[in-house]
């Protein structure tokens, strides 16, 4: 019988503990969302994703739905670095990253038709040209200025990319040299690949559980975020807030997946290989990134 009470006992200290973490979690994410709307209304902008006639189909999905964000990363100069279609899975569990180099032929009237030069005209279009290369119609774009989003490395003490040791965390300062590849400077399928790991490191710090276990440098990276992006205008609190609320506490952050090429870089830009962009464009579509690389 007292082998019964300490059961119960540790119980109700479990509960009475999970449900106090819960209640900090909340307080912690419902003064987020407080700050969120302050920045939000200063965020820059630009035109709408919707208006154009060949623009995919939205899925009708019968159990959750997935989140489709495309993201345009910039240098200092306002040249294309890399696009990078950002795929949150129906759970939640699961975030995917695409990446594809500026270099790289997209569909659309350019001359050449490379994503960088279709940015160039304007970032809107370059969007576009992305969603009819996937077939996935996301739901909104932001473009982020990468030398200011590289400062949140500083408020996190630092980020774990893919291509160094967990030790030798890329620290702030050496995020320039870190993009330019040292010796591969140039290349630019690699530096995209490169773009693609730094955004990742930092998705991995801008989650529910960072919000809860380190809320003061949670805020401050998202301000920092938000500071160094613009979005489409018809991206609204409500829909930061939604796609916050539809991610789960640490969702697993996937390491990027580079659409290649089977041609040297040229002048007129590169084809992308014919078999993996058919494998990626059947993941997004069907929410299911198994197996593909």
Known sequence: MARSKRGGMVAIVTLTVGLTVAAVGVAVVAGFLGRVHEAMGSVERFGSLDGYPSRPAEVAWTQGVPHDVILL????????????VLHLSATGDDLSLVVVSPDMRVPDSAAPPTLANVFAVNPTRAAHSLEQLFGVRSEHQLVVRIDEVSQLAATFDGLAVDDLAPADRLQAHDVP?????????????????????????VLQRI??????LNPSGFDK????????SEVDEDFTE???????????????VA???VLGSD????????????????ELRQA?????????G
């Open 177 to 201: 040299a870190y993009l330019a590849g040292g010796d591969a400077g140039g290349d630019t399928a690699a530096t995209a690949e490169r773009v693609g790991s730094l955004v990742r490191a």
């Open 263 to 278: 041609q040297q870089a040229c002048d007129k830009g590169r084809e992308p290989d014919s078999v993996q962009l058919s």
């Open 207 to 212: 989650t529910v559980r960072e919000a809860v």
């Open 73 to 84: 990363a910039e240098d200092a100069s306002q040249a294309l670095v890399a696009g990078v």
């Open 255 to 257: 390491k990027p997946i």
């Open 238 to 252: 409500a829909d930061l807030q939604s796609a916050l609320m539809d991610m789960r506490f640490q969702p697993t």
């Open 284 to 292: 997004l579509a069907t929410d299911d990134f198994t197996g593909v």
């Open 221 to 228: 990276a998202i301000s920092q975020l938000i500071a160094a």
